[in-house]
């Protein structure tokens, strides 16, 4: 013989319990999402529309103007200050730079002719621009006649004038084969403009 469960509560009472378990069950997932969506809604009108919309009343308006106005001034306060560091640049940059200097009298020089000094410094008056001064050593008149010639047709050299060449036994590192060789030494001065801005 087989054991068998038998429930003694009505079917009707067990079918209104399950009625009503499913009744509060949707119903708690009902009011749980109107809750969220009421809060999202809330959120987005709080937070995000309020912000975006006009002033309404005109103390508002003049306090947003006067912030906007501020931020004007301290954009044109910015642009001041970056134009004064622009100014102070190109006061730095407008120079020729050193290099560029030496790669001209370089391209220029010939192998007979060899520079001991450069001396470059500023001229008196602004529209002068730099004094340059080379001293060196060349093998003959000739020589140092096509280096002043070269130099003379460069572009970047204004006014260039030999001081003096004299003929002179060399210094002793220069000797060729421990004899001392006759060379020219001499001094040459130029200008080099300095760009307007």
Known sequence: MAIREINLVPLDILHRQKVWRHIVFWSAWLVLSMTIIALVYGYQIIRVISPLQPATSIEEMYTHLGATFEEIDQTRTEIERLRVQEAFLKSITRNQPLSLTLLRIIHRINLQTWLTALAVKAGEEKEEGLLMTLSGFSKSNDTLGIFLTALSEEPLFHAVVLKYAREVPTPRYLELNG???????????CKIPVPSL
């Open 179 to 189: 004899e001392p060789v006759r060379a020219i030494q001499f001094q040459i001065r």
